[in-house]
């Protein structure tokens, strides 16, 4: 499950970069202390879970390359906040992203920073992560793939002055995550109405994981540092096919496979524009993982738009 989320998860990182962030604007005057902008948070959260939920079925990439600006742009944010009073603690986050289109090559770079303490001030984050996508693309239907991720936790190793219970909660920790995955892909089908891609790779894992030795409850000395390095294969679908102005079907499949685990997941999605005011998705997804108890999982998902 861990390998499927790191390749998944350079694209996820990557769009989380690409947002910009700005602080909260107050709802009314007085809002925010009688606790009516809070709430209104939680609706535009609900609005743009949804909202987001159609943007990914709509599958952007279907056609070609997405984004057609040309040249080198990005973009950065920070966000702190310091807390005294009740509770002492403090958080800090720094995004990136840095981006080249030219051509028929498209590639970017990002950075994710995070620092935080608890309230007895003391760091309980410390994290690094680093990623990068590129796709060449070759003509209209076949293009080449690259995504690189590497992340580190500078708190794993970190035992000094923690109690057994403490140190055996950084057990298999990691301290180190770098990930390497690239290879072909090509649209079988691309035109108005039906889309359909796939595309396979080979990706290369590297892991440093801590492990911590407990003796009778007494935390000892003697913790160690496992490396490893796997190989693994991915392969993916990407299936669209549009019914009428009103209705479109989409089906994404993806298959892992490692040292360490098999992995599938499939959703297939129905997407219903009922009227320009109302709009509803319905999916369900399968997951399959080779070495749980219980190896399918199944989620219903239901996402409603009405605007009036």
Do not use: C
């Not at 040249?71 to 720094?94: I, K, P």
């Not at 995004?95 to 309230?119: M, P």
């Not at 796939?198 to 009778?216: E, F, K, L, P």
């Not at 509803?280 to 108890?293: L, M």
């Amino acid at each position: 499950m861990k390998k499927l989320s790191l390749m998944a998860g350079a694209t996820a990182l990557a769009t989380l970069l690409g947002t910009a962030a700005f602080a909260q604007t107050e709802l009314a005057t007085g809002a925010n202390v009688t606790g009516v902008t809070d709430i209104n948070e939680g609706i535009n959260d609900v609005q743009d879970d949804v909202e987001d939920d159609f943007a990914r079925s709509e599958d952007a990439a279907r056609f070609g390359p997405a984004d057609r600006r040309t040249g080198t742009f990005g973009s950065v944010a920070m966000t702190y906040t310091g807390r005294t009073g009740n509770t002492e603690n403090q958080d800090f986050s720094l995004a990136g992203r840095l981006s080249h289109n030219q051509g028929n090559f498209q590639q970017s770079v990002g950075i994710l920073l995070e620092y935080g303490e608890d309230d007895d001030g003391e760091t309980d984050t410390e994290k690094t992560s680093v990623i990068y996508e590129g796709n060449y693309f070759i003509n209209d239907r076949f293009y080449a793939f690259a995504l690189g991720r590497a992340a580190t936790d500078g708190l794993a190793n970190d035992l000094e002055g923690l109690t057994a219970a403490e140190r055996a909660d950084r057990d298999g920790r990691l301290k180190r995550d770098g990930l390497l995955a690239f290879g072909p892909g090509y649209r079988i089908i691309n035109n108005d109405t039906t889309a359909w891609r796939v595309q396979a790779g080979a990706g290369i894992r590297y892991t440093q994981t801590m492990n911590t030795i407990d003796d009778g409850g007494v935390a000892v000395t003697g913790d160690t540092v496992d490396s490893d390095t796997s190989l693994g294969y991915i392969v993916s679908s990407r299936f669209y096919h549009k019914f009428n102005d009103q209705f479109f079907l989409t089906n994404d499949t993806d298959f892992l496979s490692s040292d360490a685990n098999d992995l599938a997941t499939n959703e297939l999605g129905l997407n219903v524009r009922m009227t320009e005011a109302f709009s509803t998705r319905v999916s369900y997804k399968t997951e399959y993982v080779s070495d749980r108890s219980i190896r399918t999982d199944n989620t219903v998902g239901v996402s409603l738009v009405y605007g009036f």
